[in-house]
């Protein structure tokens, strides 16, 4: 197997994309797999390096990666030593990311099958994956896993929003490492000034490539219902729900197991047989 982890790209505002891709020794042009994380995630949390070597031993290139934003560093991409770059992230920023990932694929020297690139989006970057497709003619096929489906309704309303707006922050416990993180109102605006790309169901309407829809029963953090709608908007989809599964289907941080959780074992299968059908 080769492996190569945390190669710099230059990601928004000069800060850094880590990226570790994994795969097969081969000649041959691999298809691509290209996992985005979620909100309050990286690419080295709980068992996704797992379900990478997964991915690669089932025949794929697999790539993933942390967002330039998500409030890790070069030095520590784990967990989140740069509050301040978290709290400038934005949706936007995370579609042009994972575009800047695309074109490091294309012009990389990795034995890469350009006409099979995929993407998987969990959680947050269910949407990020979804925008990015409907205007990506390179991705071939798309995965959403316990995907967003509407990113206006995450927002606060009401006297939060207006606090927020004020203050110009406003900060998020994290439940684990028990750092108030925070939200600058930016996000907000950048939200509103890019509402009609960044408007989940409106672009799932224009994606013409298949989509795997895979979300759990037991989903905590978003609701089965949000499947529901992606499955609706999204013509060429699919819709793949498993049964007791919540959020992170089964896998927490730190994962200190040599298996995937059953969970998201029976998801890689079911993502696996969609991209090879």
Not at 87 to 92: A, I, K, L, P, Q
Not at 164 to 179: A, F, L, P, S
Not at 190 to 215: G, S, W
Not at 223 to 237: C, E, F, G, P
Request: hydrophobic share 40%; charged share 25%; glycine share 6%.
């Amino acid at each position: 197997m080769i492996r190569s982890s945390n190669i710099i790209l230059k990601g928004e505002n000069d800060r850094a994309i880590l990226l570790d891709y994994e795969h097969q020794e081969t000649i041959k042009p691999l298809p691509v797999v290209v996992f985005c994380h979620g909100y309050k995630g990286y690419k080295d949390w709980g068992a996704w390096n797992l379900m990478g070597a997964a991915f690669a031993k089932a025949g794929f290139l697999f790539i993933k990666f942390n967002y330039s934003h998500n409030g890790g560093t070069v030095e520590q991409p784990i967990d989140f030593p740069d509050l301040d770059a978290f709290g400038n992230n934005n949706y936007s920023i995370e579609v042009r990311d994972t575009i800047r990932v695309l074109d490091w694929i294309e012009n990389s020297e990795l034995p890469v099958d350009r006409y099979q690139i995929n993407l998987i989006g969990h959680s947050r970057a269910g949407g990020i994956t979804t925008i990015v497709t409907a205007k990506e003619p390179r991705v071939s096929k798309l995965i959403t896993l316990a995907g967003v489906a509407n990113y206006a309704e995450r927002f606060p309303i009401g006297e939060a929003l207006k606090e927020w707006k004020e203050k110009g922050v406003m900060y998020i416990k994290n439940g684990r490492t028990k750092q108030e993180m925070p939200l600058f109102y930016q996000f907000y605006k950048d939200f509103l000034q890019n509402e009609e790309e960044l408007t989940i169901l409106k672009q799932a309407q224009k994606i013409k490539q298949p989509h795997l829809i895979l979300h759990g029963e037991n989903d905590e953090t978003v609701v089965v219902s949000d499947a529901q709608k992606l499955h609706k908007a999204s013509s060429n989809s699919q819709l793949k729900l498993i049964r007791e599964a919540n959020h992170t289907l089964g896998a927490s941080h730190p994962w200190h197991h040599e298996q995937l959780p059953l969970h998201l074992r029976e998801a890689v299968q079911c993502m696996v047989n969609f991209l090879n059908s």
